[in-house]
């Protein structure tokens, strides 16, 4: 990851869940930064979750 900023990622903090399994399964997650690309989030634990994910 390069250490530019884009101008259009803004800071966000918003509670948000991991859906993973065919929506059976989710973690609880707080939303850092939010971009059409992607997104950082927080979690408490990163044990079993999978490398792909809904927000």
């Known amino acids: 990851?390069?250490?530019q900023v884009s101008?259009?990622?803004g800071r966000t903090l918003l509670a948000g869940k991991?859906?993973?399994n065919f929506g059976r399964s989710t973690f609880d997650c707080t939303i850092r930064q939010l971009?059409?690309?992607g997104?950082?989030?927080e979690l408490e634990?990163?044990?079993g979750i999978p490398d792909s994910?809904?927000?």
């Open 35 to 37: 971009t059409d690309a």
């Open 7 to 9: 101008a259009s990622r």
């Open 18 to 20: 991991l859906v993973f």
């Open 45 to 47: 634990r990163t044990v």
């Open 53 to 55: 994910v809904q927000l």
């Open 39 to 41: 997104a950082t989030v």
């Open 1 to 3: 990851m390069s250490g």
